[in-house]
T-cell receptor, first 112, second 113 residues
Framework: QKEVEQDPGPLSVPEGAIVSLNCTYS??????FMWYRQYSRKGPELLMY????GNKEDGRFTAQVDKSSKYISLFIRDSQPSDSATYLC????????????FGIGTKLQVIP | SAVISQKPSRDICQRGTSLTIQCQVD?????MFWYRQQPGQSLTLIAT?????????ESGFVIDKFPISRPNLTFSTLTVSNMSPEDSSIYLC??????????FGPGTRLLVL
């Protein structure tokens, strides 16, 4: 079993839809949870990070962490064609820098 | 944030040859990382490169195959040696800005024939 599971998609939604992207994990020691966005032929860019459980909102993006279920989500409201990209979840232990474990990435396409 | 550049952006190489990838950062950083991203697989850490010390390699990666240099706090190179088609991949360098914040370069797309 992989430490981090993520559905690779692709996920196609119409413009304006609410998008839900999810990851599950098995390592209960993970404390930092990140979402990266990767456009085609580009490197990943950090979108959001959350420490421990709870929600974090940034504009149209909301990250949720449920440590009891070992489940994290990224919601995108009012999705735009410019949101079309691959979204990678990533996780890390706490206590100074630790190795980051990435999900496989979900490819999202927002159709105008 | 950090501005990271990589050279070359892409290359096509013959098996048995070697390619050196350069990573340049716009400011001094202590920790730099090299990743591999293959189709259908998650980002995989190859090694951590700290200035002034030997690179630390992850399980499955060895120095003879992926030698790394880190001559100063803004630059690093990764060499892919004696290449085979299985080495075809995207190679990414990244830097650490804080405990939870990594920034990635644009990647080097390598095709080995």
């Amino acid at each position: 079993q992989k430490e981090v599971e993520q559905d690779p998609g692709p996920l196609s939604v119409p413009e304006g839809a609410i998008v839900s992207l999810n990851c599950t994990y098995s390592n209960s020691a993970f404390q930092y949870f990140m979402w990266y966005r990767q456009y085609s032929r580009k490197g990943p860019e950090l979108l959001m990070y959350t420490y421990s459980s709870g929600n974090k909102e940034d504009g149209r993006f909301t990250a949720q962490v449920d440590k009891s279920s070992k489940y994290i989500s990224l919601f995108i409201r009012d999705s735009q064609p410019s949101d079309s990209a691959t979204y990678l979840c990533a996780m890390m232990n706490s206590g100074g820098y630790q190795k980051v474990t990435f999900g496989i990435g979900t490819k999202l396409q927002v159709i105008p | 944030s950090a501005v990271i550049s990589q050279k070359p952006s892409r290359d096509i190489c013959q098996r048995g040859t070697s390619l050196t990838i350069q990573c340049q950062v716009d400011s001094q950083v202590t920790m730099m990382f090299w990743y591999r991203q293959q189709p259908g697989q998650s980002l995989t850490l190859i090694a951590t490169a700290n200035q002034g010390s030997e690179a630390t390699y992850e399980s499955g990666f060895v120095i003879d195959k992926f030698p790394i240099s880190r001559p100063n706090l803004t630059f690093s190179t990764l060499t892919v040696s004696n290449m085979s088609p299985e080495d075809s991949s995207i190679y990414l360098c990244s830097v650490l800005r804080s405990e939870e914040t990594q920034y990635f370069g644009p990647g080097t797309r390598l095709l080995v024939l």
